[in-house]
């Protein structure tokens, strides 16, 4: 790969001790979370993903200017090669710094590592620099209205047509498809094909008219997810990712990359969260004291398990539910304990709580500045930590059944 940024701070990784990386670390965030960037430090997280876009959009470039995207892709697809160490000290510092939150976590964790494993030569070069300097974002086109916890069945067709496949269908649940360049997407290409036999991963381009995108506002007063309707849109016959048939593998291979590691800098985030909570609570109260151990505790575990599942190569397998369905379910209990230990005050709105951002709203898409706090969409939020990217009843079952070896689930036919 010939992009590497030239001005890029990431360099000799390999020479560095963690104290030297963590040292270089902080004084790139301290030099650069300023001006516009420091205006939304702790700003476009969850529930918060309408809020200064664009600033985020020039923040990720000038991440991506310094080589901090793809930090632990290999140095041969241009990532840094960084340690798991140094991975888990850019997540420690940047949720520290409380940087602004990312606009490409699809592109960048859970796109790029899938491309690395499945893909060919020319779709890894041909993609994996657009992620790294933060010009070409990416979202994931996989649900249905038919089709989510069963992701099997998909019925979203793509046909070949000379050099191009032609893609009919809905998807729904999209999360940024407004704002992204490209789609990963799960559909159907063999006429008369089954469940997970006869699909296809392709990569397909947004721009263009055979795609309509509706926004689906959330009780958080934002829109970050859609309907995606796909009327003969088009995508070139070679971007496939795998063999065409094998979309199903791919697609799980994805998804282990999404349910396991990939959350890794959010989970350093749930750190200054649980922080956030212990000073609005009364920790004289014995029953406030007893959630705020269970949660610190659940974090701790958390912390560790993820240390370790880093610490495997190649693919993520079934396992990969484990931390799922850890980090979701202990996020929703947070978000229920931030708005408890607010009282009264947590179920009342205000307004006088977002009026700083309210010019940073998307309005053209339905999306208004509800006078919540910040506490109180994060709480909305984490009531989806538990239903996306597979729910828990899901995660179990993929446990019980691929990792406990416990009887399969009827399956519809
Ligand atoms: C905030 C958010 C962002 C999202 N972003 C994206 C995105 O970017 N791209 C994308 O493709 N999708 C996205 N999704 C969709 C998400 O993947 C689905 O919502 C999820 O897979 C569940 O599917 P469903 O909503 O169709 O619910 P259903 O599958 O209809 O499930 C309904 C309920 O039934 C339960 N259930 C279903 N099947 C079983 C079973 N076999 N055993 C036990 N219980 C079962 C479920 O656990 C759930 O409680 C997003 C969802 C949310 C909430």
Redesign the pocket.
Known sequence: MTDVAADRVVADLATMNDDEFRAVVRGWLGDHVVGDFASLTGRGGPGDEDIGFDIRVRWEQELGRAGWIGLGWPVAHGGAGASLSQQIIWAEEYARADAPARVNH?GENLLAPTLIEYGTAEQIERFLPGIRNGTERW?????????????ANVKTRAELDGDAWVINGQ???????HVSHWAFLVARTEAGSQRHGGLSFLLVPMDQEGIEIRPIV?PTGGG??NETFFSDARTEADLVVGDVGDGWRIAMGLLGFERGISTLAQQVGFERELEHVIGLADTADPRVRQRVADAHIGLQLMKWNAHRSMSATGVPGPEASISKLHWGTWHRALGEMMVDVLGASGQAVSDDVDAAHEHLMEEDRGGHAYPLSLEQKLFL?TR??T????????Q??VLGERVLGLPR?P?PE
């Open positions: 699809m979202c994931q086109c996989y649900s249905e209205p038919d089709a989510g916890s069963d992701l998807k729904v649940w999209t999360s940024l498809a959330q970050e997810f939020f989806s930590d239903i996306y990217g597979g729910s828990n009843e899901i179990r079952n689930e399956k």
